[in-house]
């Protein structure tokens, strides 16, 4: 069940060092948000903030709000293991488990959680793998190793395990980067599809795959070097790629820096 994710007054540091300041966006269930801006200036580190994995890094700390249709998963009853499960991440690189099966790889997070059930795993495997788009292209070769598949279907493996645990939002740090123009292509029309069910943000350092995939568009700028990178404005992508409110997001869509 899709979900919204309000973000509120948002801090976030690596030790005493201010990396992403005051940032407070919403993100509607059922559609898609693209982060964009600079190198450095704190979109990843936003994304991985949204499911906790920010805090696994040593020092690393949040103050203020992400809410999942209105529950604080920073709040000190709140499970981050749980959370990381409602809320699934899909990396800039493709990481399957290389020598595990394609099915494996794909159950990986049911099997983690205790599920046994060989039919149950069975239909899940198929109905991920269908929701990726690569049921039809490995459905006689589920036993093979992930690590066999192309870069593309290997990404499109990953998001197949990533929907497998039926989470409520999917974050995507830039997926595109390491394919080709073909395999990103796919990986794009899933995205398009993927949306129908689930709350998707995706941080991209390619303004077209922003403009092709996202409803909304939020603008990430650093002032200067060493200062917090901060949310510069976030609204409808045509709206930030033709008109949009400041002159930062102008000069960066327009190429003037960055």
């Not at 595990?100 to 990986?108: E, G, K, L, T, Y």
């Not at 123009?181 to 991209?204: C, G, R």
């Amino acid at each position: 069940m899709a979900k919204r994710l309000d973000i509120k007054d948002l801090n976030l540091f690596y030790g005493k060092f201010h990396a992403v300041q005051d940032v407070t966006l919403q993100v509607p269930a059922r559609s898609v948000t693209a982060f964009i801006g600079p190198s450095g200036c704190g979109k990843s580190t936003v994304l991985r903030s949204l499911n906790r994995m920010h805090e696994v890094i040593p020092g690393a700390r949040v103050d203020g709000k992400v809410l999942l249709d209105g529950e604080d998963i920073y709040d000190g009853k709140v499970d981050p293991v749980q959370v990381r499960r409602t809320i699934g991440m899909v990396f800039q690189r493709a990481n399957p488990f290389p020598t595990m099966s394609i099915r494996d790889n794909v159950v990986a997070g049911l099997k983690l959680s205790g599920e046994k059930n060989k039919k149950h795993l069975d239909e899940v495997t198929e109905r991920a793998l269908r929701g990726a788009n690569l049921w039809e292209e490995v459905k006689d070769r589920l036993a093979k190793p992930g690590g066999g598949l192309s870069g593309g279907q290997q990404q499109r493996l990953c998001i197949a395990r990533a929907i497998a645990v039926k989470p409520d939002v999917l974050l995507m740090d830039e997926p595109c980067s390491a394919l080709d123009p073909i395999s990103t292509l796919a990986i794009e029309d899933l995205i398009a599809e993927l949306k129908q069910e689930y709350t998707i943000v995706i941080v991209t350092h390619n303004m077209q795959q922003a403009a092709r995939v996202s409803d909304q568009t939020a603008f990430f700028n650093l002032r200067a070097v060493g200062q917090p990178g901060e949310l510069v404005e976030i609204d409808e992508t045509g709206k930030i790629f033709s008109n949009p409110n400041q002159k930062a997001t102008e000069d960066y869509i327009s190429g003037r820096f960055g």
